[in-house]
């Protein structure tokens, strides 16, 4: 424990500077910004955080995000594990928000009063979107600070602080929000906010915040 609160007292503005910028991307209201997060989660399951962020930033880049078919989508996601999939599900989270040529995420966002809803709504709704992944789209826009984004970088973490005995094989809607439960706790007993606990295990097992 000793470690782990010498490296958020190194880092601990650091941790708030990055949760403001996502606090922005959802309060500017930038529904294109928005529905990148989106689909920078949709390709994350089993991939690398960075390559997914430069393959979206590529597709944003050549306006593909918006507009591009789907074969065009796949030109772009070079080392993405199960790509031909994501690209599918890119489509139809695109087709799913689009409303008269316009994305719109945030006005169905705001529509939940209990974020929690909200993401239960996005794991239904939008293919390729878990429970991990509607968390992690909830906290890079703002949103969501008390839900846990339970990746293996974290599920390590946990199980050697002891917060939980193993790392599971599979996350069933059960075991994820059993486990969410068990992390707010140990965040509240360290003194340590919920979404600064995962930026900060995310630091220690990769030396830096990213996204």
């Not at 790509?83 to 316009?102: D, H, L, M, P, V």
């Not at 809803?117 to 709704?125: G, P, T």
């Not at 826009?141 to 946990?158: C, S, T």
């Not at 706790?185 to 220690?204: S, T, V």
Request: glycine share 4%.
């Amino acid at each position: 424990m000793k470690e782990i609160e010498d490296i958020y007292l190194s880092i601990r503005d650091e941790i708030v500077s990055r949760l403001a910028e996502f606090k922005r991307i959802g309060e500017e209201q930038n529904e294109v910004a928005i529905f990148a997060e989106l689909a920078f989660c949709i390709l994350t399951p089993q991939s690398r955080a960075k390559i997914c962020w430069r393959a979206l930033e590529n597709l944003l880049s050549k306006g593909l995000l918006l507009r591009g078919d789907e074969n065009r989508i796949l030109e772009e996601l070079n080392g993405v594990r199960f790509k031909y999939k994501k690209a599918k599900y890119i489509i139809e989270a695109r087709k799913k928000f689009s409303t008269q040529g316009n994305i719109t995420i945030k006005r169905i966002i705001s529509h939940f009063d209990d974020i929690q809803d909200a993401r239960e709504w996005l794991v239904k709704n939008v293919k390729g979107i878990s429970y991990k992944e509607a968390s992690h789209f909830l906290r890079n826009i703002g949103f969501g600070k008390n839900l846990a984004i339970l990746d293996r970088h974290i599920l390590k973490n946990l199980k050697s602080f002891e917060v939980i005995t193993e790392i599971p094989s599979s996350l069933s809607k059960k075991k994820y929000l059993e486990i969410e439960k068990k992390m707010r706790k140990f965040a509240k007993e360290i003194n340590i906010p919920m979404n600064h606990l995962d930026l900060l295990l995310w630091y220690k097992e990769t030396g830096e915040i990213f996204k």
